[in-house]
């Protein structure tokens, strides 16, 4: 409900067509400033929040996936957005779970590199800027990798912001994290080889560039 009327009043002040949001299916004159300090002038969609990454995910999940297809199907989401959350939880016949360490609002607290369910448990996992959270993510992805089912998908993603991953244990200072890793709680920095880790734990990658998913025309209109 407070997502319907925040999006009612976005697109009655917002009205326009310059921008597209498919996290919400709203059509906008502008986004607005986000991102952890908004500096970025129009990253967030003021219907529902969306950023950059959500909204072409979004049409990812639209557009490249069997997501919306219906069935008996079971999903794991880490970390759920709320704005995905609420349209997950509709989808006829999805058996949809979230979890999260120690967010006390969603089903099941549980470590991702300790999954509590057995082996081929899941046929969709999603999991998006946790791993960089993470120390041991190797074994998280490993963890990922056995639940989920062998004719499963998963989409994993991480912030890529260098050519080789950058990361070190020791480094706990927070300023020093920021420093290096872009976060004060980010435990690494990935780099174009993030693929490779995801591979070391068995699974099949398939990398898709943000103008694969969204086409050169549409890339503009997403922000």
Known sequence: MLLSLRK????LRYRG???????????????????????RPEARCPACGALERHRLIALFFREWSDLYAGG??????????????????RIPGLDYLTADLSDPRVMVQMDIAAIPYPDQHFDIIYCSHVLEHVPDDRQAIRELRRVLKPSGWAVLQVPVTAERTIEDPTITDPQERLR??????HVRRY?????????????????????????????????
């Open 17 to 39: 067509t310059a921008r597209y949001c498919p996290a919400c299916d709203s059509h906008l004159a502008r986004f607005i400033a986000g991102g952890e300090f908004l500096n």
């Open 191 to 223: 780099g174009i080889d993030y693929p490779e880790r995801l591979e070391a734990a068995g699974f099949r990658v398939l990398a898709i560039p943000a103008e694969g998913i969204a086409g050169e025309a549409r890339i503009a209109r997403l922000g």
């Open 72 to 89: 008996d199907r079971s999903m794991l989401h880490f970390s759920p957005e709320a704005v995905f959350e609420q349209q997950f939880r």
């Open 8 to 11: 009612r009043y976005a697109i």
């Open 180 to 185: 290096l890793f872009g976060q004060e709680d």
